[in-house]
């Protein structure tokens, strides 16, 4: 049973930075292309980064270009994403996400944590 557990949401400025984690268990990943998705109320759910576990290839939203990066432990099965200058428009719910389609597709998601950004 694959577990993806994220921590490290809440409060901050406009400017400010947070790092969000995601605690990966139940399986090897090493397959896995892990990721950092959001979701603002009354929007979809979007696309904020992601990283191949296998040989740490990174992509980014343009939104967040130059401001997030994500990261990963192997040996400690976490994910990363540091925000900095972080914007109102940043506030959101972020989602860790782990997805493979080796032997076969399967995509999972965690629970979330809150972002808020005040102005």
């Known amino acids: 049973q694959v577990q993806l557990v994220e921590s490290g949401g809440g409060l901050v400025q406009a400017g400010g930075s947070l790092r969000l984690s995601c605690a990966a268990s139940g399986r090897t990943f090493s397959t896995y292309a892990m990721g950092w998705f959001r979701q603002a109320p009354g929007k979809e759910r979007e696309f904020v980064a992601a990283i191949s576990w296998s040989d740490n290839n990174t992509r980014y939203a343009d939104s967040v270009k130059g401001r997030f990066t994500i990261s990963r432990d192997t040996a400690k099965n976490t994910v990363y994403l540091q925000m900095s200058g972080l914007k109102p428009e940043d506030t959101a719910v972020y989602y860790c996400?782990?997805?493979?389609?080796?032997?076969?597709?399967?995509?999972?998601w965690g629970q979330g944590t809150q972002v808020t950004v005040s102005s």
């Open positions: 996400n782990a997805k493979t389609r080796i032997p076969t597709v399967a995509n999972y």
